[in-house]
């Protein structure tokens, strides 16, 4: 006699583990956006991050020929990436913040800043182990602290007239088991950059509490003002780690190349180095045409970032001018990045808004809870989509948030 098959919740409980036990059904949102995709509704996406996908100029062919080199056919694992690769990333240093040196031996390759994220998690904490992050943020530290079984523990940032790191609330969030403090600079999506004196106060409070500092530089070179900001590569106070990558630098995320600068004192770098040196050993992860294109890789950054900034500008103005007409919606300061925040009347859930506005007018937008803003009533808009796109998806936003000076509509075009 057969015993009857458990039910599949069981199956996954035994079988799984916990950190793997996520929501894997579609929510609300998505499935709204999978059924009007299904009957055929083109989608106006105002969400779009993927530079790849936003008609943007590259140079294929200095790219393509760039990954053909007869040196890639000899396999020779470094941990911490080809020194080729390494010296290209400090040369970029060196021009880009004012002749400022990157040890080479001080940085490790990655494929991304996500897996640098992992390393660095690994390198600092036991499961359960507490790091400090920014909300609102980047949406992904969940998924990056889970694998790692590390607990996030989120510190607010605050608007007035600008965003600012809420510092007194990190002194009541620290605990025996934080480990570090993330900022990203400037941050996604409030695209605000750490200031001279909160770079002061972040390291009294690391010094303080013995912490390091993770510190995600991937947009640092997407100022509005164009104005270049210091880089945490050069923080000696307290022991720094530095992420940034060629997906935001030189628009080019499917090369899949990113490091991780260790700074601070020498007596705090060099265990560390150590230690990340084993850990990406364990894994080898970057491929060698890559690395021996790295020099060339981020000599694109001169084609690609003056053509996103110019991108990022146009369409903030016309967001600007769309919101001056509608008046009731108002954008929130930005100093960096590729996303503007919106403040929009609290009607319902920011969820239910963003499902309303797809099906009603066929634009893409993020409710602000994705980035777990405090409240209802935010929206976040990519502005790296085509400047037509992006004009007709927010008069189509806009007219929809304020109907009395509505002049288009999917139902009324
Ligand atoms: C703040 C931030 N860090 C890191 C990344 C991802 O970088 P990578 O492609 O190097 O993993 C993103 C992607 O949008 C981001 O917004």
């Not at 991304?112 to 920014?134: K, W």
């Not at 007409?325 to 920011?350: F, K």
């Amino acid at each position: 006699m057969s015993a009857a098959a458990p039910p599949s919740s069981i199956i996954s409980v035994r079988m799984f583990s916990q950190r793997s036990h996520w929501k894997l059904n579609p929510n609300p949102f998505t499935q709204a956006q999978e059924q009007l995709r299904a009957a055929g509704q083109p989608i106006l996406d105002l969400t779009v991050s993927n530079p790849t996908c936003v008609d943007l100029h590259y140079e294929a062919e200095i790219i393509l020929q760039a990954l053909v080199s007869p040196e890639a056919m000899r396999y020779n694992p470094q941990p911490k990436g080809l020194l080729r690769a390494r010296q290209a990333v400090s040369d970029y240093y060196r021009k880009q913040h004012d002749e400022f040196d990157v040890d080479p031996e001080s940085m490790i390759l990655t494929t991304s800043t996500s897996e640098g994220y992992s390393y660095i998690f690994r390198l600092l904490c036991n499961p359960q182990d507490e790091i400090l992050v920014p909300r609102p943020s980047y949406p992904l530290f969940e998924f990056l602290a889970d694998l790692e079984d590390v607990k996030l523990v989120p510190y607010p940032l605050l608007y007035d007239h600008g965003w600012q790191i809420d510092v007194p609330s990190l002194y009541q969030k620290v605990s025996h088991r934080t480990r570090a403090v993330v900022v990203v600079h400037p941050n996604n999506p409030t695209g605000s950059f750490v200031s001279d004196s909160e770079r002061t106060q972040l390291n009294h409070f690391c010094r303080e509490y013995q912490l390091s500092l993770i510190v995600d530089e991937v947009f640092l070179t997407y100022a509005l003002d164009g104005a270049s900001r210091p880089t945490f590569a050069a923080n000696r106070e307290v022991l720094t780690f530095t992420l940034s990558g060629l997906s935001k630098i030189s628009a080019l995320p499917q090369m899949k190349l990113a490091w991780l600068i260790t700074s601070g004192p020498a007596d705090r770098t060099r265990p560390a180095l150590d230690r990340l040196e084993v850990i990406a050993d364990t894994y080898l992860s970057l491929n060698a045409p890559i690395q021996l294109a790295a020099p060339v890789l981020l000599d694109q950054r001169h084609n690609l970032q003056p053509l996103l900034l110019d991108r990022i500008r146009t369409n903030l103005e016309q967001l600007d001018r769309a919101l001056a007409r509608a008046g009731v919606c108002r954008r929130l300061a930005l100093e960096g990045g590729w996303y503007a925040v919106l403040r929009v009347p609290v009607t319902q859930s920011d969820e239910q808004l963003v499902i309303d506005i797809v099906r009603k007018t066929g634009v893409l937008v993020h409710p602000g809870h994705f980035y777990e803003f405090p409240s209802d009533g935010f929206l976040v808009l990519s502005l790296i989509p085509p400047p037509a796109t992006f004009h007709q998806g927010i008069t189509r936003l806009l007219d929809y948030l304020t109907p009395e000076a509505g002049t288009t509509s999917l139902n009324n075009p």
